[in-house]
T-cell receptor, first 113, second 115 residues
Framework: DAKTTQPNSMESNEEEPVHLPCNHS???????IHWYRQLPSQGPEYVIH???SNVNNRMASLAIAEDRKSSTLILHRATLRDAAVYYC??????????????FGTGTKLQVIP | GAGVSQSPSNKVTEKGKDVELRCDPI?????LYWYRQSLGQGLEFLIY????????KSGLPSDRFSAERTGGSVSTLTIQRTQQEDSAVYLC?????????????FGEGSRLTVL
């Protein structure tokens, strides 16, 4: 399974935008890029996913590099509730849900009031 | 239920005892995953199910760990002769399993403490 690399931690001021980077240089053409976040003492939750084009939803935006070897999760205005560990993973779209899915250590985001 | 349900939410056991952790996936989800998360660490993949079969058991830490799934629904993770290093949060996730984006839906986890 293709690997991703993320910074261990990042800080942001409240109400400022946050850009969380992820490198996936070995991504294949059939891989979706997924982002999850894990709030303290909770299971991870889905945030957003994309394939080639940038994506927006109510939680965040996902910017995907033209060569797809990196992506950035954008939180437009960080709130204290956004303090969490953010995971970037790859999902092969040809196998649907039937595949081993590995998570890295993610990026721990600290939001400063 | 509306989401993935795991039980027990907390389990304290003595070293050497066996424990069973249960996962009820979202109805209709054919893919099911187990992960382990030690304190302050990332998610460690244990096993996944495609229906009732487990194509990849490579993540199970030792032969003390086993998992089964029956009826394409409920899954049980069993740890025999528990050790202190087994203390962790065990997370279960399910996914529709159809061709598509493969979004994972996680439960709240079962926190295991081995004394």
């Amino acid at each position: 399974d293709a690997k991703t690399t993320q910074p261990n931690s990042m800080e942001s001021n409240e109400e400022e935008p946050v850009h969380l980077p992820c490198n996936h240089s070995t991504i294949s053409g059939t891989d979706y890029i997924h982002w999850y976040r894990q709030l303290p003492s909770q299971g991870p939750e889905y945030v957003i996913h994309g394939l080639t084009s940038n994506v927006n939803n109510r939680m965040a935006s996902l910017a995907i590099a033209e060569d797809r070897k990196s992506s950035t999760l954008i939180l437009h205005r960080a709130t204290l509730r956004d303090a969490a560990v953010y995971y970037c993973i790859l999902r092969d779209r040809t196998s649907g849900g039937y595949q081993k899915v590995t998570f890295g250590t993610g990026t721990k985001l600290q939001v400063i009031p | 239920g509306a989401g993935v349900s795991q039980s027990p939410s907390n389990k304290v056991t003595e070293k050497g005892k066996d424990v069973e952790l249960r996962c009820d996936p979202i109805s209709g989800h054919t893919a099911l995953y187990w992960y382990r998360q030690s304190l302050g660490q990332g998610l460690e993949f244990l096993i996944y199910f495609q229906g009732n079969s487990a194509p990849d058991k490579s993540g199970l830490p030792s032969d003390r760990f086993s998992a089964e799934r029956t009826g394409g629904s409920v899954s049980t993770l069993t740890i025999q002769r528990t050790q202190q290093e087994d203390s962790a949060v065990y997370l279960c996730a399910s996914s529709p399993g159809t061709r598509g984006t493969g979004e994972l839906f996680f439960g709240e986890g079962s926190r295991l403490t081995v004394l």
